[in-house]
């Protein structure tokens, strides 16, 4: 199972954090991709990065340049740090587990957590 915490409201040009607790699987346990997704609204889904088993990141190209993925392997969490927030980054933030690097083919999801950008 996959849950995610953070806040719900994060004020313009702050930095948002997220965290994924992870249940039953270990995120060092390969060929496992841990990943980060939104959905605005209105929107589709969009993939936000990935942090493999082996602690390696990749990151869309839009949001690469705010965005850093990280984990915590004592406590089976990683975190989503996407920083200098705007309106434009609300949205329902979702963790979840891919079979594969790079895959979409997502086999277990949080239930999402709503976070809005505003002053």
Known sequence: QLHESGPGLVK????????????????????????????????????????????????TPSLESRTAISRDTSKNQFSLHLSSVTPDDTAVYYCARAPALLSDDYDTWGQGTQVTVSS
């Open 12 to 59: 313009p040009s702050q930095t948002l954090v997220l965290t994924c607790t992870v249940t039953g699987d270990a995120i060092t346990a390969s060929p496992y991709a841990w990943n980060w997704l939104r959905q605005s609204p209105g929107k589709g889904l969009e993939w936000v990065g990935t942090i493999y088993y082996d602690g390696s990141t990749y990151y």
